[in-house]
């Protein structure tokens, strides 16, 4: 069945939609539930001859309630990533951005690439990653306020006042903290399957408290986007550890980097884990130590340990069994 591509470029309040293959964009419609129904109502004749995808970028969550009504609609949906599409856009030499120009972009990018579909993830998954990501976020004013506490020390002429304030803030801070540390073990002891997937996970070298629950909703959500089918080599590309190359005959050479098209957040946690993992007796280190010794800077084996940190943690959430030490030797 051929598809029905719509580029929907969002804003808060708002969103304007494009058929590809259309001169002028379907409409502009409000953020609401009357906006997505009259969405729904326009593209109800092209849905009688073809599948309907829409094709929209994530924006900060503005996108979700849209997209949930839209699965429960029947029309599918992808999410694509918007460096993506623009280099996509600079390639086709487009230059233009207005509201109606990114909905057509999106539309024309959809017909051409013919993205995947997006999936939902379970709803359990779904609120620990809302939970994690809460976390990182007052974990960071945290450490904000705290780095400001200290400068404010060694400062003259400050007012009684803000030291007061800023330790007020951070008790508030520390107490938001351990409520959702709360939430996060409530909602394990709920669904003992994310337990249960955790421990697996936990055997993996590198892998720990801060790590474990942030890699298992990133391989559930990989399991769910690839419909099972996924493999190590995607995920890691996925992630944005994957190698960058630049060379390009004898002489045109720069150092290795990576890709960086994933969670910036989460390949630090992961970056940092392998840190962690390879200061101990463990496989890890031993792949590490192996690469410096040939020769390889320390920041990029680091990365390469990251990078094989999450292979072993795919294959072990794939097979749904712990990490087997004796399958990989190394020097105690």
């Keep these: 069945m051929t598809s029905t591509w719509v580029g929907i470029d969002m804003g808060k309040r708002s969103f304007t939609a494009w058929v590809a293959g259309s001169r002028r964009p379907l409409a502009t419609f409000s953020n609401t539930q009357e906006g997505w129904e009259r969405l729904a109502t326009s593209l109800d004749p092209a849905q009688a001859e073809a599948a309907v995808r829409l094709v929209v970028e994530p924006t900060g969550g503005y996108e979700a309630a849209l997209v949930r009504f839209a699965l429960e609609r029947g029309f599918g949906v992808s999410l694509v990533n918007p460096a993506r599409v623009r ?30 579909a997006w999936r939902a993830q379970a709803e359990e998954m779904s609120e620990l990653d809302s939970l994690l990501r ?121 150092p290795a980097a990576i890709s960086r098209m994933g969670d910036r957040v989460l390949r630090r946690q992961l970056v940092m884990a392998a840190l962690g993992g390879t200061r101990g007796d463990n496989p890890l280190r031993a792949f590490y130590q192996g690469l410096v010794a040939r020769g390889k800077p320390k920041m990029l084996a680091l990365v390469a340990a990251a990078r094989k940190m999450l292979v072993w943690a795919w294959a072990v959430y794939r097979h749904q069994s712990a990490f087997r030490t004796d399958l990989h030797p190394h020097k105690a």
């Design 87 to 116: 280099e996509w856009a600079r390639s086709e030499g487009r230059r233009a951005k207005t509201d109606r120009q990114d909905a057509r972009m999106l539309a024309d990018y959809g017909q051409d690439k013919e993205p995947p």
């Design 134 to 254: 809460r976390r990182v976020d007052l974990e960071g004013m945290l450490r904000q306020e705290k780095n400001r506490k200290e400068a404010l020390e060694h400062r003259p002429g400050v007012a009684r006042g803000v030291p007061k304030s800023v330790d007020r803030l951070i008790e508030t801070l520390e107490g938001e903290l351990g409520q959702i540390e709360g939430a996060i073990k409530e909602l394990q002891a709920k669904h003992t399957l994310l337990e249960s997937q955790a421990e697996l996970l936990d055997s993996v070298p590198g892998v720990g408290q801060k790590t474990v629950l942030p890699l298992l909703v990133l391989l559930d959500r990989w399991q769910v986007l690839t419909q099972g089918h996924g493999d190590a080599k995607g995920l890691v590309a996925y992630v944005g550890l994957d190698p960058k190359p630049f060379e390009s005959g004898s002489s045109v050479h720069k």
